[in-house]
């Protein structure tokens, strides 16, 4: 089985940082794409940013220059350092990575449980 536990949440004044962890675990083999996530009350998940296994980034216009996504591949884990938020930046952050199972021999789609960033104006 895959777990997928995020940390780093919190509540934070406009201009401040966090820096959130995602770290898989359990039976994997493989682990590719590793991205972040994030759904305000009311509106649909929408992708914040992601990186590949290869080190290749890619970001929402919204958060370009001001998020930083990294990964440890010793650790299965990702990273989200968020510099300069903005209330607009609240929602929860849910982490998300395809990953190939040693259980099941296949390839899929593995989330956390999503963590709160609240960011006070």
């Known amino acids: 089985q895959v777990q997928l536990v995020e940390s780093g949440g919190g509540l934070v004044q406009a201009g401040g940082s966090l820096r959130l962890s995602c770290a898989a675990s359990g039976s994997i083999f493989s682990v590719n794409t590793m991205g972040w996530y994030h759904q305000a009350p009311g509106k649909r998940r929408e992708l914040v940013a992601t990186?590949?296994?290869?080190?290749?980034?890619n970001y929402a216009d919204s958060v370009k220059g001001r998020f930083t996504i990294s990964r440890d591949d010793a650790k299965n884990t990702v990273y989200l350092q968020m510099n300069s938020l903005k209330p607009e930046d609240t929602a929860v952050y849910y982490c998300?990575?395809?990953?190939?199972?040693?259980?099941?021999?296949?390839?899929?789609?593995?989330w956390g449980q999503g963590t709160q960033v609240t960011v006070s104006s």
């Open positions: 998300g990575a395809y990953i190939f199972s040693a259980d099941s021999h296949s390839w899929g789609d593995y």
């Open positions: 990186i590949r296994s290869g080190g290749s980034t």
